[in-house]
């Protein structure tokens, strides 16, 4: 209990929270114009891709870049030595119609980020996200948390936004898994949920 008390007094003295909202679940840093503007260009459909990082000293929510970006170009838009909020207007064909959904990238790479600045994203990411979704009236698909852009493939975001499709997908074309009891326990429990008990 101690040091949990600890934690947080560190948090107000280092991040200095005086008047914003004292609980660190949802810190709010405004966001810069040229952010607001972006994210109107994104709710009109005149960009597709905005990244975002926070300005720690003036506390503010400041734009990075909005180039326009691809899905194969996305993994390369992930910088690998600090954190960053991306949203990206993902185009796909879903069941045969051309789709267009908002996701919401979280990336945090690994421990090369500073404790304080892996809170403040934290802390900040919600309050982000429901400014976005109440005030610019975007509604976020998926929002996802990822410490490299590595995996974020065409298929990975597919399976993000459509869970479920996958999830049928994988118990038709995954007969077999590891032998044993494992495997079929695995598919029995994904099943279970419709009630298949009976």
């Not at 040229?34 to 720690?56: M, P, S, V």
């Not at 503010?60 to 180039?67: G, M």
Request: charged share 30%; hydrophobic share 30%; aromatic share 8%.
């Amino acid at each position: 209990r101690r040091r949990v008390a600890t934690v947080s007094g560190q948090a107000k003295t280092e991040i200095s929270v005086e008047s914003k909202n004292p609980t660190l679940q949802g810190l709010a840093f405004p966001l810069q114009e040229e952010a607001k503007h972006a994210l109107q260009q994104l709710k009109h459909k005149r960009i597709n891709y905005i990244q975002l990082r926070l300005d720690t000293e003036r506390e503010t929510i400041e734009l990075v870049h909005t180039s326009p970006t691809e899905t194969k170009e996305l993994p390369s838009r992930i910088p690998t030595d600090a954190p960053r909020y991306h949203f990206f207007l993902y185009k796909h064909t879903h069941q045969g119609q051309a789709l267009e959904a908002v996701v919401f990238i979280y990336s945090m790479p690994g421990y090369s980020c500073s404790i304080k600045e892996r809170m403040l994203y934290s802390s900040c990411k919600n309050r982000l996200l429901d400014d976005v979704e109440r005030d610019y009236h975007i509604e976020i698909a998926k929002k996802m948390e990822i410490d490299s852009g590595e995996g974020l493939t065409e298929d990975f975001l597919y399976e993000e936004v459509y869970p479920m499709q996958h999830a049928l997908k994988q118990a038709f074309t995954k007969p077999k898994g590891p032998t044993g009891k494992r495997g079929n326990k695995r598919l029995i429990r994904g099943a279970g949920e419709n009630g298949d008990e009976s």
